[in-house]
Every structure is written in C-alpha cells, then in structure tokens.
C-alpha cells in the first residue's frame, strides 16, 4: 500500500516545480511578446505579406494608430487595391539607422535586392534592382509601440486642406441712387 497519496501536502510539494516552469515559460513569451523584436524584422514581415498578398498580415505590421486613422470605406479601398497588386522580393538587403533621440523609432533602408511587379499593360512581371529606387522608396520609418515594431507609415488619405482663396481686389463699383 502507498501511504505518499495519503500524505498531506505531498501532491503540492510535488506540482511545485511544474508550476515554476509554466510560470518561467509564460513570462518569456509575455516578455518577448509575438511580435517583431527589431525593425528589421517588421520590415522582412511587411514585404512578406506584400509578397504573398497577405492583407491581414500588411496591416499587422503597420502601427496599430495608423491602421485606426483609417476609415472603412478608405480600408475596402484600400484592400482591393492590395488585392490587384503584386510584387516579389528577392535577397533584400537591409540597412537600420536608429535615431539618435528616441530609442523606439528607427529608418530602415532597402540597400540591395530586387523586386518584380506585375506590369498591368503587359501583364507580365519586371525586375528591377533596388538600387534604381530612389532612397526615399526604399526607405521606411519603424517604431516600437507597446514593446513590439511596426512600420509606420500612413494608410488614411491626409485631411483636405482648405484652399487657399486667391485674393481679387475688388474695383469700386459706383451705384446710382434712386430717386424715391
């Protein structure tokens, strides 16, 4: 007959170390969270669901205030034309510069690879190396928001401007009065 089943406390004691090392497992990955951990990384993300057409997976990497400046019917826009669109990426090379003042936000530059598109008039893809891209296309800002990166870059159309009213000086009109 065992008499450990009948010993108080002994169960416990000995769930002690499992539950020290679920403790340990769930707050490495809390810790780490299941986000991108560098602005490379994010960076590699995005361009992968461009590639694959990924729409959800776009707009994960996207900073969350970003994607919530956007509106619904600009997001069903927005998405459709996601739709259409078809790149490749081939050994992208990345450059990261983190700024200098803040420690959350960092440029990512694409320094090499190449990327294909569909060419709509042709309907055949075109290869063209990263470099032929001006730096401000190969280049995104990222910044690290609750502990993950993300790519920030602006999904809502920017507010419309009032116009400016072109100043017309107004000539003197002379009005005859009328005799009552």
Partial sequence: MRRWSREPGRAA???????LLAALVSVSILGS??????????????????EENNWYGYLASILPEQVRAVTSEEMNLRREAFKE?????????LEVKPD???KDVATVI????????????????E?????EFPEEQRTMM???YKGRWYVDIALAAPPEQPEEVEKVEMEEIEVEERPE
């Fill in 33 to 50: 969270g299941c986000g991108p951990s560098d602005p490379q990384q994010v960076v590699r993300k995005f361009l992968t669901a461009i």
């Fill in 85 to 93: 669109h078809q790149e490749e990426f081939e050994d992208v090379k």
């Fill in 110 to 125: 694409i320094v090499g690879g190449a990327v294909s598109r569909m060419n709509p008039q042709t309907g055949e893809m």
């Fill in 127 to 131: 290869t063209r190396s990263m470099e």
């Fill in 13 to 19: 004691r000995a769930m002690v170390p499992v539950v």
């Fill in 142 to 144: 990222t910044r690290k």
């Fill in 100 to 102: 200098k003042e803040d």
